[in-house]
T-cell receptor, first 114, second 110 residues
Framework: DGGITQSPKYLFRKEGQNVTLSCEQN?????MYWYRQDPGQGLRLIYY???????QKGDIAEGYSVSREKKESFPLTVTSAQKNPTAFYLC?????????????FGPGTRLTVL | KQEVTQIPAALSVPEGENLVLNCSFT??????LQWFRQDPGKGLTSLLL?????REQTSGRLNASLDKSSGRSTLYIAASQPGDSATYLC?????????FGQGTELSVKP
């Protein structure tokens, strides 16, 4: 089956700790994205990557970091600098950047910081 | 800055009713508009995509319209079913990025 996987589904961390969310795709897509969703709100773009070893900040990148060492993987690290990290995080991919009509979403990771 | 707004935030209807969800955007310079469905705690599934040059798209019981000049889109759901219960999000593409509304949470009661 082709698709996007995110793990874990639920993640709990203590305040002040860094945490890394996993996103893997086997769709052979070049572009990958991370979004954040808060209750009653739409998705906001954190980071995106057009190709391996390249990534750009989205609208709310402060307190987050990413890497793109492999085409299939785009992990997101939520650092202690992120003021309010509790949220639902969604990863997505598309054939190429700006090809949003082929953007597929993963199942999401719910992060709770205690 | 593009802003996307969805009204209402929540909607509860009895099974079988036809309903309309609304989406408005402030900047008409969009490439396309999409409607997504999100089940609780899950990712997004694309329902309909309307290119900026199109006026509407249909898929089964769903019909989406786009009036770019007035900055509005509607999603019409015919003969609603309990399985339609979910959050519906609209998003516009601008500058290669998707900009989302906050969603309408739909509940269809049996």
């Amino acid at each position: 089956d082709g698709g996007i996987t995110q793990s874990p589904k639920y993640l709990f961390r203590k305040e002040g700790q860094n945490v890394t969310l996993s996103c893997e795709q086997n769709l052979n897509h070049d572009a990958m994205y991370w979004y954040r969703q808060d209750p009653g709100q739409g998705l906001r773009l954190i980071y995106y990557s057009q190709i391996v070893n390249d990534f750009q900040k989205g609208d709310i990148a402060e307190g987050y970091s990413v890497s793109r060492e492999k085409k299939e993987s785009f992990p997101l690290t939520v650092t202690s600098a992120q003021k309010n990290p509790t949220a639902f995080y969604l990863c997505a991919s598309s054939i190429e950047l700006a090809d949003t009509d082929t953007q597929y979403f993963g199942p999401g990771t719910r992060l709770t910081v205690l | 800055k593009q802003e996307v707004t969805q009204i209402p935030a929540a909607l509860s209807v009895p099974e079988g009713e036809n309903l309309v969800l609304n989406c408005s955007f402030t900047d008409s310079a969009i490439y396309n508009l999409q409607w997504f469905r999100q089940d609780p705690g899950k990712g997004l599934t694309s329902l309909l995509l309307i290119q900026s040059s199109q006026r509407e798209q249909t898929s089964g019981r769903l019909n989406a319209s786009l009036d770019k000049s007035s900055g509005r889109s509607t999603l019409y759901i015919a003969a609603s079913q309990p399985g339609d219960s979910a959050t519906y999000l609209c998003a516009v593409e601008q500058g290669g990025k998707l900009i989302f509304g906050q969603g309408t949470e739909l509940s269809v009661k049996p």
